[in-house]
């Protein structure tokens, strides 16, 4: 029989802090909760979204579409400031602008119930209940008690074409 001796690669200490590692470096990402914006830390580092979120509270809708704009245009990967982008647009009356940016929110974020609520909203400002209700569909796949749902879910029931 051969005498050699066999040298572990790692020591045991070692070899075990490796073994307790691999599960977390390799684990999936953690999903983020449905009710909670998408990049809330970074979204209090940007400037503009501060600006665009003052804007919206004093109802200036053009300031608040003009600085998530900018946000937006920094961070394409913001689905809330596209969210809220489309808010302002559609309280600007710009409903094409505020489908695309709900949509490119929901494109990033397919529960953000904020986009969800919202574009319901602008649906039934445009006639469109049947996608208004959609939305609501989606809604409470996500959240069923959540004020988002109850909010479209009550404008919905209120709802009345116009003549």
């Known amino acids: 029989?051969?005498?050699?001796?066999?040298?572990?690669?790692?020591?045991?200490?070692?070899?075990?802090?490796?073994?307790?590692?691999?599960?977390?470096?390799?684990?999936?990402?953690?999903a983020q909760a449905a009710d909670t914006p998408t990049t809330p830390v970074e979204n209090?580092?940007?400037?503009?979204?501060?600006?665009?979120?003052k804007a919206i509270d004093a109802k200036n809708w053009a300031l608040a579409a003009s600085s998530f704009s900018k946000v937006v245009a920094q961070n394409p990967q913001n689905a809330?400031?596209?969210?809220?982008?489309?808010?302002?647009?559609?309280?600007l009356g710009k409903y094409d602008e505020a489908f695309?940016?709900?949509?490119?929110?929901?494109?990033?974020?397919?529960?953000?119930?904020g986009a969800l609520?919202?574009?319901?909203?602008?649906?039934?400002?445009?006639?469109q209940k049947a996608q208004a209700e959609a939305q609501l569909a989606k809604l409470q796949a996500i959240c069923a008690q959540c004020e988002e749902t109850t909010d479209l879910a009550k404008a919905i029931a209120a709802y009345k074409p116009a003549q």
């Open 1 to 30: 029989m051969p005498s050699f001796s066999v040298r572990p690669l790692m020591s045991a200490p070692l070899l075990s802090l490796t073994l307790m590692l691999v599960p977390v470096v390799f684990a999936p990402p953690v």
């Open 44 to 53: 209090t580092r940007i400037d503009d979204f501060a600006v665009g979120k």
């Open 80 to 91: 809330d400031a596209y969210n809220l982008l489309g808010y302002s647009n559609r309280w």
């Open 100 to 113: 695309a940016a709900y949509n490119k929110a929901l494109a990033l974020d397919p529960r953000h119930k």
């Open 117 to 127: 609520e919202y574009s319901g909203m602008g649906y039934l400002k445009v006639g």
